[in-house]
């Protein structure tokens, strides 16, 4: 197996936009601490696309090609797949750096984090968010004080959302897409690891076209006890994504505003953004980088802050438990 004692050598499966944007945030750092050691999807499309874009990076013939040549493989592909290359992955000694959910099946997702053990993690970006660190330092330091609700936005123009139209195939089935699992899952990721477990789920979704994806969600649950709302809805918007998670205490608010924005409220009502707050498409990158070094970190059997299986685990059983109301 390459060795993880340098650059980490890196596989990926999947071409589409998140392989994309790994890529993207690899080669646009000066310096990073993986290479890209293979990559391949089913589509020679996708495949030709991104030989376009990174043309140094190695394009092979199969799944198991990238597994040979990698140390940890990165897991890109829609949902249904997952847990197949990551068991071909760890079988061969290899760690696993995978999107979310883990599964499409909630019971096989149980039986892989339980037979998978330490060697692996999965990409909820709010794991390395400069965005999510602000809001935590800024509770750390009592702006909230003792929380006493968290609210959840989420809204769209339109489902898929317009970059996503080369997967809507998937992203607007019932089985495997919708703006839950996609979207709302971040959410409820940042959720249980900044407040505790969620628990209590109640509520309705709205699905108008058998088949597909979820059009509204309106919801009530408990993060280690604590009220939390949480709504979507597809529509009544002409954003293609705008989002907001607000944790209210006794002392004060604070939120996190279209997946980057950190802000706090102020004596006058009015939220106000972080000094050094950018928007996402900037910090998208940044975020991405950092989570890369948690990748290398887990490849090694070091402390990592990325989601664990267990995390993604806990939040497929929450995103699963609100698709069934």
């Not at 979507?232 to 604070?254: P, Y």
Request: hydrophobic letters at 50%; one cysteine or more; proline letters at 7%.
């Amino acid at each position: 197996m390459p060795a993880t004692d340098a650059t980490l050598a890196l596989g990926i499966i999947g071409a589409g936009i998140m392989g994309e944007r790994l890529l993207g945030a690899i080669h646009g750092a000066s310096e990073s601490p993986v290479r890209v050691a293979a990559i391949w999807d089913p589509s020679p499309e996708a495949l030709a696309r991104i030989g376009s874009a990174f043309p140094a990076v190695p394009r092979v013939a199969d799944a198991e090609a990238v597994v040979a040549a990698s140390a940890c493989l990165y897991i890109a592909s829609p949902p249904a797949s997952h847990l197949g290359y990551a068991r071909a992955a760890l079988a061969a000694g290899r760690s696993v750096f995978c999107e979310k959910p883990l599964a499409i099946d909630l019971a096989d997702s149980r039986a892989f984090v339980a037979e998978a053990g330490q060697a692996g993690a999965v990409n909820f970006p709010f794991a390395s968010s400069p965005g999510v660190a602000a809001l935590q330092r800024w509770i750390a330091e009592g702006v909230v004080g003792t929380p006493r609700r968290l609210a959840i936005a989420v809204e769209f123009a339109r489902w898929p959302r317009p970059w996503q139209a080369d997967a809507a195939r998937w992203l607007d089935a019932r089985a495997e897409g919708g703006f839950t699992r996609e979207v709302v899952s971040h959410f409820l990721f940042l959720a249980r690891r900044l407040l505790g477990p969620l628990e209590g789920i109640s509520g309705r979704v709205e699905v108008p076209e058998p088949g597909l994806s979820e059009r509204a969600i309106t919801v009530a649950l408990t993060a280690a006890g604590i009220p939390v709302t949480l709504t979507g809805r597809v529509g009544g918007t002409d954003k293609d994504d705008h989002n907001t998670w607000t944790l209210e205490g006794d002392a004060g608010a604070v939120r996190l505003r279209d997946w980057a924005i950190a802000e706090r409220r102020a004596a006058d009502g009015r939220f106000e953004p972080a000094p050094d707050a950018i928007p996402n498409a900037r910090l998208r990158p940044i975020t991405l980088r950092r989570q890369l070094d948690g990748v290398v970190r887990m490849a090694r059997g070091e402390p990592h802050h990325l989601a664990t299986f267990a995390e993604a685990l806990a939040v497929q059983e929450a995103v699963e438990a609100i698709l069934a109301l």
